[in-house]
């Protein structure tokens, strides 16, 4: 177990150097979301006028969205250079270790999810500045969390098609899956204006529930529904995606 452990410490202390020795690779991911809230607040901030719209605050209403490219930049960035550790060689002399395969996954996910406090701390900072409603105490930690499953879980998937194509030209797949789950949610108008083929697709979207999750607080109350409803959609990303990078994992350790 102590091994383990050491293990992961090690691969997540490996991701979160990289931010510090290469900033210049970092700084983007960092900053995109807090770019997207003011961007996208100050061409569609009137939205919140519609009928309907359940705050008047648009960028409350959007900050959300933020925190799930967060995530998502996140666990992309794992993929992405799990996929340039393979080419340069690195992760042939890692996968000899003794340690378990999944041990190896967890200190890979786990990094992703680390690594997403980044951008979300930033989103934060800019968000309050520029006066969205203060989400409570617990609104927050609950939206950090959410996050940082999310990361997990775009990880996960990042991992198993850097196994699959062991390229980085896969990057743009890693980004695609992430990008077309914000998009088909709630995540720029409620579920109410959404057009009924888009409301019909964010009844069945995992991400739109960890959405709705994060949103509480910024735009109402924090609720037990929406809680568990994130926390569930999580859990089932995780199942699903983790499957996928284990085996992934397992198909490398064999081939070695």
């Given at each position: 177990m102590s091994a383990s452990i050491?293990?992961?410490?090690?691969?997540?202390r490996r991701a979160l150097n990289e931010i510090i020795r290469v900033p210049g690779g970092a700084i983007p991911g960092?900053?995109?979301?807090?770019?997207?809230?003011?961007?996208?607040?100050?061409?569609?901030?009137?939205a919140s006028q519609l009928p309907g719209f359940p705050t008047g605050s648009f960028r409350s209403f959007i900050v959300p969205v933020g925190f799930l490219q967060a995530a998502t930049f996140a666990g992309a960035a794992t993929g992405v250079n799990l996929a340039r550790d393979i080419e340069q060689g690195w992760f042939d002399r890692l996968i000899v270790c003794p340690a378990p395969r999944v041990t190896l996954l967890t200190g890979l996910?786990?990094?992703?999810?680390?690594?997403?406090?980044?951008?979300?701390?930033?989103?934060v900072a800019v968000a309050f500045a520029l006066g969205v409603h203060w989400p409570g105490v617990?609104?927050?930690?609950?939206?950090?969390?959410?996050?940082?499953?999310?990361?997990?879980?775009?990880?996960?998937?990042?991992?198993?098609m850097a196994l699959r194509?062991?390229?980085?030209?896969?990057?743009?797949?890693?980004?695609?899956?992430?990008?077309?789950?914000?998009?088909?949610?709630?995540?720029?108008?409620?579920?109410?204006?959404?057009?009924?083929w888009l409301r019909h697709?964010?009844?069945?979207?995992?991400?739109?529930?960890?959405?709705?999750?994060?949103?509480?607080?910024?735009?109402g109350g924090v609720t037990w529904e929406h809680s568990w409803q994130a926390v569930v959609a999580i859990a089932g990303l995780l199942i699903v995606l983790g499957t996928f990078a284990v085996r992934g994992m397992r198909r490398v350790g064999v081939a070695a």
């Open positions: 050491r293990t992961i410490r090690a691969l997540v960092v900053l995109a979301p807090a770019i997207f809230l003011v961007g996208l607040s100050g061409v569609y901030g009137a996910v786990l990094s992703a999810s680390l690594r997403a406090l980044l951008p979300a701390t930033a989103l617990d609104g927050l930690v609950i939206a950090y969390a959410l996050t940082m499953g999310m990361a997990a879980a775009t990880a996960c998937w990042g991992i198993s194509f062991r390229t980085q030209q896969a990057a743009p797949l890693i980004q695609l899956a992430g990008l077309l789950a914000t998009l088909f949610s709630t995540a720029y108008a409620p579920k109410a204006l959404l057009a009924p697709i964010a009844d069945v979207n995992p991400a739109n529930f960890v959405m709705e999750g994060v949103r509480q607080g910024f735009v």
